[in-house]
Each structure stands twice: as C-alpha cells, then as structure tokens.
C-alpha cells in the first residue's frame, strides 16, 4: 500500500510564502524512482497541473503561472517533495495535491492525472487579498 500524506497548507495573505511538504510510505514502494506531480483543484474548477520533478530531482517542469513563484524539489534519501510556494495569489487558493507516477522521463510529458498512480487526501492553501 502506498502512502502519500500532504502537509503545510493553510491560510495566509496575499504576497506570502508557504511550503508544502509530501511523505511517502509504502512497504514496496521505491520513491526515488517515481516522478513526482503537485497537482491542484479550486472550487467548481479542474484539477490542474501544478509542477512535476523527476526521479532524480535533475528535471522539472510549471504551469507557467506559476514560474518563478513557485520551486519543487524533493529529498530522496527521506521519501519527501516539496513545493515552496512565494508570492502568492488569491488565484493560488485550492487543494493541493501530491501525486506519483511510474513513467519515467521528462516531466513535461506528465500532466495529466491519468499519468500518475498514487494519490495523497490532500492540502488546503487559501489566499486572502
């Protein structure tokens, strides 16, 4: 069984930081060999590609809304990605997802949520004007 537990979201103003964090478990599951997605859905919208980093952590890749906002890396000696999130928008203001997908390659290719296996419950992040 894999695990993916979303953590760091909340409320702050617009122009502030947060950092989302992601811990992966699972008796079988190699995280460093997952590509991994921050995926997010607003109310009565889409879920919507965030950004994605590779297996080794050398590749990533944006939306470009949030380019240069926005950083995911991630720490694969203790199963973890990270989105730092500056500069926030009202826009921002959504669940955010963690995600995990098999393929391998560049992470431009994997933005849709069919490319990914593994699903975390979730993290609020709402942004006040």
């Known amino acids: 069984q894999v695990q993916l537990v979303e953590s760091g979201g909340g409320l702050v103003q617009a122009g502030n930081s947060l950092r989302l964090s992601c811990a992966a478990s699972g008796r079988t599951f190699r995280f460093s060999t997952y590509t991994m997605g921050w995926f997010r859905q607003a109310p009565g919208k889409e879920r919507e590609f965030v950004a994605a980093?590779?297996?080794?952590?050398?590749?990533?890749y944006y939306i470009d809304s949030v380019k240069g906002r926005f950083t995911i890396s991630r720490d694969n000696a203790k199963n973890t990605v990270t989105l730092q999130m500056n500069s926030l928008k009202p826009e921002d203001t959504a669940s955010y997802y963690c995600?995990?997908?098999?393929?391998?390659?560049?992470?431009?290719?994997?933005?849709?949520?069919?490319?990914?296996?593994?699903w975390g419950q979730g993290t609020q992040v709402t942004v006040s004007a």
């Open positions: 995600a995990a997908s098999g393929y391998s390659g560049s992470p431009y290719y994997l933005q849709k949520s069919d490319d990914y296996a593994y």
């Open positions: 980093i590779s297996w080794s952590g050398r590749s990533t």
